[in-house]
C-alpha cells in the first residue's frame, strides 16, 4: 500500500528503533499520541505492520485492472487449422506473467452472470491470482472474442461504462496498491480520477504509439510503449525524455526487433534485442509490461529489469527458474 508523509516518518522511526513508545514517537513527531496509535493501526490495516512489535511486510502489492475474455483463436498455416480455446485478455495474461515469478497480483476485472465466468474466475484462481476484486455484474455476459491468425474478427464485450461504475464504486481498493497496471483504454481515465487523490500507486502502462505520445502518461511511474519502427531513435528518445522530465520514474520504447530505449532521471540506455530476444509488441506488448513492473517492484537494477521484460515475452511458459537464472 502507498503511504502518507507521516507514515512513512512513523515507519522511518519504527525500522530504526522498533522498541520505540508511542510517547516517545508523538514526541520526535509533535503530534499527540492518540494520532500515532491511530497512523500505526492505518499501517496495519493496509498491511504495512503485520502486528504488535512492529513486524514490517515489505512486500509489495500489485493490482492489475483490465478485461478478461473467453479467447477462440483460429489459426491456418498451409492448409492447416488450429483452434484453441483459452482464457484470454489484459488481466489474465498480466496475472498470468507475474504468476510465473511467484508474484500474486490482485485482478480487478469483471465477468458476466454465467458458467463462463466461473470457468474463468477458476483459471484465475488456478493460476495464483487473487480474485476477490472479480465482479459478476448480473445483467451482463462474460465477454467473448473471436481471432483468425491473432486479428480480432468478433468481440462481445463488458459495456464500457458498467466497468467504469465499477471502477468508481471501488476506488479505494484501486487506489491503496504500491503498483497498478492499466489496460490501455482505462488508462487516460484512471489517470484523471487517481492523481487528484494526494496518496495513489505508481500507475503503470504500455499501448503502441504510431506518432505523438499522450499527454496523460506522464503521471504514470513505469510506462512501456511499442512502436512498429524504431529507427527514428532521436524522435524516440527525446519524447521518453520528456515524459521522464514529466515525472515517469521507468519509460521503454520498443519495437520488439531493433532494441528497446529505456529512459529513467539517471541513466538512458539503447539495448540491442537478440534473434532469439525478439517479439511482437502488438501481441506481447502485456507480458513485457507485467515483467518489467516484477522486476521494478522486486528491486532489481534498472538493467536486470529489462532482462526479465525481454524474457517473460521471449521464454512463454518457463518456469520461474528459468527466468531468475537470467540474473547475473
Not at 489484459?90 to 469483471?110: D, H, N, P, Q, S
Not at 503498483?179 to 505508481?202: A, D, G, V
Not at 503502441?208 to 499527454?215: F, T
Not at 536486470?304 to 528459468?322: D, F, Y
Request: with cysteine; charged share 20%; glycine share 6%.
Amino acid at each position: 500500500m502507498r503511504l502518507t508523509f507521516k507514515e512513512k516518518e512513523i515507519v522511518q522511526i519504527l525500522q530504526m528503533e522498533p522498541l520505540i513508545s508511542q510517547d516517545e514517537l508523538a514526541k520526535r513527531l509533535g503530534i499527540s499520541r492518540s494520532s500515532v496509535a491511530v497512523h500505526i493501526s492505518n499501517l496495519m490495516k493496509k498491511g504495512f505492520i503485520l502486528g504488535k512489535g512492529y513486524v514490517f511486510n515489505q512486500k509489495k502489492s500489485i493490482v492489475i485492472l483490465g478485461e478478461v475474455h473467453l479467447s477462440v483463436n483460429v489459426f491456418m498455416e498451409h492448409e492447416k487449422t488450429t483452434i484453441d480455446v483459452v482464457p484470454g485478455g489484459f488481466a489474465v495474461e498480466v496475472g498470468e506473467t507475474l504468476a510465473y515469478f511467484g508474484t500474486e497480483a490482485r485482478i480487478f476485472t469483471m465477468v458476466g452472470n454465467d458458467e463462463l465466468a466461473d470457468q474463468m474466475k477458476s483459471h484465475m484462481k488456478k493460476h495464483n491470482m487473487d480474485i476477490q476484486t472479480v465482479y459478476r455484474h448480473p445483467d451482463l455476459r462474460t465477454s467473448r472474442r473471436i481471432l483468425f491468425n491473432n486479428d480480432i474478427q468478433y468481440e462481445e464485450s463488458i459495456i464500457f461504462k458498467a466497468f467504469l461504475d465499477y471502477i468508481d464504486r471501488q476506488e479505494w481498493t484501486i487506489s491503496h496498491c504500491d503498483y497498478l497496471i492499466i489496460q490501455e483504454k482505462y488508462q487516460e481515465y484512471l489517470s484523471s480520477k487517481l492523481t487528484k487523490n494526494e496518496i495513489f500507486p505508481r500507475l503503470c502502462g504500455g499501448l503502441l504509439v504510431s506518432k505523438d505520445i499522450p499527454i496523460y502518461l506522464s503521471q504514470y511511474s513505469i510506462v512501456v510503449l511499442g512502436t512498429h519502427d524504431l529507427n527514428n531513435r532521436d524522435y524516440y528518445i527525446a519524447q521518453a525524455s520528456q515524459l521522464v522530465e514529466n515525472g515517469v520514474e521507468h519509460c521503454l520504447i520498443t519495437d520488439g526487433c531493433n532494441g528497446i530505449i529505456y529512459k529513467s532521471r539517471k541513466e538512458i540506455q539503447d539495448i540491442t534485442l537478440m534473434p532469439n530476444q525478439m517479439f511482437n509488441p502488438a501481441l506481447q506488448m502485456h507480458s513485457f509490461l507485467a515483467g518489467m513492473v516484477f522486476g521494478i517492484s522486486a528491486g532489481y537494477p534498472s538493467r536486470q529489469a529489462i532482462r526479465i521484460a525481454v524474457g517473460s515475452v521471449t521464454n512463454g511458459n518457463r518456469k520461474v527458474e528459468e527466468f531468475t537464472s537470467m540474473i547475473d
